[in-house]
């Protein structure tokens, strides 16, 4: 085994114990009663250096006669000096505290030992101190006892020895020595053999901690050194306690966690893929509709028009002319209405008109049909370049037979020489309002307009928008009609080729 000097053995130490606090903060998930201050883990040889030299090189805060506060020293030492081999090489050695070059307690092995033991011991107190003031040195052997087996340093049989020292202020300190003890998980200082355990009292008082080794012999080799504030810190962790188990598992159930939405945004945006598909579906179907209508009932009812009107320009004679001339006046009549009834249909199904310039364009047109009667000034405020913010089809229908049943309300029954319509838009919200100066009515009241009021509001609730009708007797009436456009409406419709013919107006083909 290759060993190192003092010197060289102390700076590693201190790189050694640099990356231990490196792992214990990249471990910090690990579970600590206290904190591991220093480590070196050697090993070291000590070999005839006298007083040796520190090897904390500040590490540790020193601790004088006023602390107050409990340390935990532990090491692991291979006797090379064996006195069993040389009866007549006593030697000492051990970990020693020093404080101000004053040497202070050392564990270890004394002058004259029975047993591994401590020197500078405090003699009050101690159960049993046979080889008390040795060469001046009060030595301490631990769990001697006459009758009891004696474990001394033997060469090759290793020994792992854990130091508690709680320090009392103005006093000597409690010290309480492990010797092999059981480190293992689940272990602590209250678990272990009571063979094992010696207290005593001495002046621990330190601030450096060195390693020595006076006599014959081929010196003490040390391993394995640290310094806590618990003895819990030298105690193994647990299996799932373990820095590289915890990050396993924190690196598994990540991965677990990321499978999981991973799969999930598949199966959202499988979700999203069918419903886009169902939507355009709906579209190509409303296309064709629109088209269907456009191309095939709008065209024959426009001919059907325009055969009555040819039959009743004719010549006609007999005492029935007057009454065919009325019946085809009459059929050219409503089959006009249909067209126009037909233009609406087709406009409300029509994706194409799925947004709100379509739809302020439609209104805008309804109120130039009412100025045509001649009967109100009508006018109306739309603002220009409206953005193509999309509406849903349901929503529009609504809006616009809302607004068609505020227009004819005027009309029909306001009396009004003036009509005015406006609308807002401050995204995302769409406010239209219709105005007029006509006799106005009370609101509260049932009168032939009680059920187009109501079928007004059933509408804007069932779109989640509202209408507020205001009405005073002779001072005219007020209707303001406000939604809020959702933002997942979607884009404007087209149809299944793109195109944005409207499917009222002739194929230009």
Same mark, same amino acid.
């Given at each position: 085994?290759?060993?190192?000097?003092?010197?060289?053995?102390?700076?590693?130490?201190?790189?050694?114990?640099?990356?231990?606090?490196?792992?214990?903060?990249?471990?910090?998930?690990?579970?600590?009663?206290?904190?591991?201050?220093?480590?070196?883990?050697?090993?070291?040889?000590?070999?005839?250096?006298?007083?040796?030299?520190?090897?904390?090189?500040?590490?540790?805060?020193?601790?004088?006669?006023?602390s107050s506060a409990a340390l935990y020293f532990k090491f692991t030492v291979d006797p090379l000096a064996d006195v069993s081999v040389d009866i007549d090489a006593p030697y000492q050695a051990g970990l020693t505290l020093y404080e101000r070059d004053k040497e202070r307690l050392g564990v270890g092995n004394g002058l004259a030992p029975h047993a591994y033991g401590a020197f500078n011991v405090a003699t009050q107190g101690l159960v049993w101190a046979p080889y008390a003031r040795i060469s001046g040195k009060n030595d301490y052997d631990f769990n001697f006892q006459p009758e009891a087996a004696v474990d001394r340093p033997r060469r090759g049989i290793l020994r792992t020895i854990v130091v508690e020292v709680q320090f009392v202020p103005g006093d000597d300190d409690q010290v309480t020595v492990w010797l092999q003890p059981d480190l293992t998980p689940g272990n602590s200082k209250l678990s272990q053999q009571a063979g094992h355990v010696t207290r005593f009292k001495a002046n621990c008082s330190f601030d450096e901690l060195r390693l020595i080794h006076r006599g014959g012999g081929d010196g003490w080799e040390f391993s394995d050194l640290a310094v806590a504030t618990s003895f819990d810190d030298f105690v193994a962790p647990r299996f799932w306690h373990r820095w590289w188990v915890i990050a396993l598992s924190a690196l598994v159930l990540s991965s677990g966690i990321a499978a999981v939405v991973v799969f999930r945004e598949r199966v959202l945006a499988r979700h999203r893929i069918r419903r886009a598909e169902g939507e355009r579906a709906v579209v190509q179907e409303r296309t064709r509709i629109a088209q269907d209508?456009?191309? *095939?009932?709008?065209? @024959?009812? $426009?001919? &059907?028009?325009?055969? +009555?009107?040819?039959?009743?320009?004719?010549?006609?004679?007999?005492?029935?002319?007057? *009454?065919?001339?009325? @019946?085809? $006046?009459? &059929?050219?009549?409503? +089959?006009?209405?249909?067209?126009?009834?037909?233009?609406?249909?087709?406009?409300?199904?029509?994706?194409?008109?799925?947004?709100?310039p379509q739809l302020a364009d439609y209104i805008g047109r309804l109120v130039d049909e009412c100025s045509q009667t001649g009967q109100t000034r009508c006018r109306k405020e739309i603002p220009e370049n409206l953005p193509p913010v999309a509406i849903r089809a349901e929503s529009r229908h609504n809006l616009t037979l809302v607004v068609k049943e505020a227009l004819a309300n005027t009309l029909q029954h306001a009396g009004a020489a003036g009509l005015w319509l406006r609308l807002k838009w401050e995204e995302p919200n769409l406010e239209i309002v219709v105005e007029d100066d006509g006799c106005g009515f009370d609101p509260a009241t049932t009168d032939e307009r009680g059920n187009g009021l109501r079928n007004q509001h059933a509408r804007m609730t069932k779109i989640g928008g509202e209408v507020d009708v205001r009405s005073v007797a002779g001072q005219g009436t007020s209707t303001r009609i406000r939604l809020r456009l959702a933002p997942d409406a979607g884009p404007p419709a087209r149809g299944p080729t793109g195109s944005s013919q409207d499917p009222r107006q002739p194929d230009p083909s």
């Open positions: 085994m290759r060993h190192g000097t003092l010197g060289s053995g102390v700076q590693g130490g201190r790189w050694a114990a640099r990356a231990w606090l490196l792992a214990g903060l990249l471990g910090g998930a690990l579970p600590a009663c206290g904190e591991e201050l220093w480590r070196m883990p050697g090993p070291l040889l000590a070999h005839d250096n006298g007083d040796g030299a520190d090897v904390l090189h500040g590490a540790v805060k020193p601790q004088d006669d006023t209508i456009h191309d *095939e009932l709008g065209a @024959s009812l $426009a001919q &059907i028009g325009w055969l +009555a009107d040819l039959g009743g320009g004719g010549e006609l004679s007999g005492s029935g002319a007057a *009454e065919a001339r009325g @019946s085809f $006046a009459s &059929i050219a009549q409503r +089959a006009r209405a249909v067209v126009a009834a037909l233009d609406e249909i087709v406009w409300a199904v029509n994706p194409h008109n799925d947004n709100l």
